[in-house]
T-cell receptor, first 114, second 114 residues
Framework: AQSVTQPDIHITVSEGASLELRCNYSYGATPYLFWYVQSPGQGLQLLLKYFSGDTLVQGIKGFEAEFKRSQSSFNLRKPSVHWSDAAEYFCAVGTFGSARQLTFGSGTQLTVLP | SAVISQKPSRDICQRGTSLTIQCQVDSQVTMMFWYRQQPGQSLTLIATANQGSEATYESGFVIDKFPISRPNLTFSTLTVSNMSPEDSSIYLC???????????FGSGTRLTVV
């Protein structure tokens, strides 16, 4: 069965600083990987996704993620964090075929200091 | 991407009662998903609902507790039955749209059982 690990429960960064959120996955086939963001009281918004091809994926809001098969990782990065980036971030792996679904990690809460 | 309208956005219910959550999509979709997000936790898939067939429930979730209807390709409901305080969670519906495995989420229903 697939699984996703987000080792950091909570990260605090200063506004303008760079950000990296870690995600490790376990899946027996080629993974389909996603990053979602959830602001307080909101649903989930897709930041970016990876299926194949270029291992560096660009997303919305200036985010990018790099797929590293050898490390089973899909870390999310942003060069300069804005106060509005404070939210919960979820990494997910997608399974397809007859059992299509997303499996989510436990999430990383991001706090941005002024 | 699809636009999902989920109702109600929040509710406070008495234990022992039931609540039906509605999910309306602005386009026809084959698969709809229902997730639960318990306080401070990640998302857990409750069931997958395809139009014209019985919903498929994940381990730990049963139809008697979470009956689902899927009468057409744009609408689904999830009922939380005989509620207890442990059912207090955010419930989200999600759809997969198009061929790019894009999963869109509703804004969620925040349920509090007292």
């Amino acid at each position: 069965a697939q699984s996703v690990t987000q080792p950091d429960i909570h990260i605090t960064v200063s506004e303008g600083a760079s950000l990296e959120l870690r995600c490790n996955y376990s899946y027996g086939a080629t993974p389909y990987l996603f990053w979602y963001v959830q602001s307080p009281g909101q649903g989930l918004q897709l930041l970016l996704k990876y299926f194949s091809g270029d291992t560096l994926v660009q997303g919305i809001k200036g985010f990018e993620a790099e797929f590293k098969r050898s490390q089973s990782s899909f870390n999310l990065r942003k060069p300069s964090v804005h106060w509005s980036d404070a939210a919960e971030y979820f990494c997910a792996v997608g399974t397809f075929g007859s059992a299509r679904q997303l499996t989510f990690g436990s999430g990383t809460q991001l706090t941005v200091l002024p | 991407s699809a636009v999902i309208s989920q109702k109600p956005s929040r509710d406070i219910c008495q234990r022992g009662t039931s609540l039906t959550i509605q999910c309306q999509v602005d386009s026809q979709v084959t698969m709809m998903f229902w997730y639960r997000q318990q306080p401070g936790q990640s998302l857990t898939l409750i069931a997958t609902a395809n139009q014209g067939s019985e919903a498929t429930y994940e381990s730990g979730f049963v139809i008697d507790k979470f009956p689902i209807s899927r009468p057409n390709l744009t609408f689904s409901t999830l009922t939380v039955s005989n509620m207890s305080p442990e059912d207090s969670s955010i419930y989200l519906c999600s759809v997969e749209v198009g061929e790019n495995y894009g999963y869109t989420f509703g804004s969620g229903t925040r349920l509090t059982v007292v």
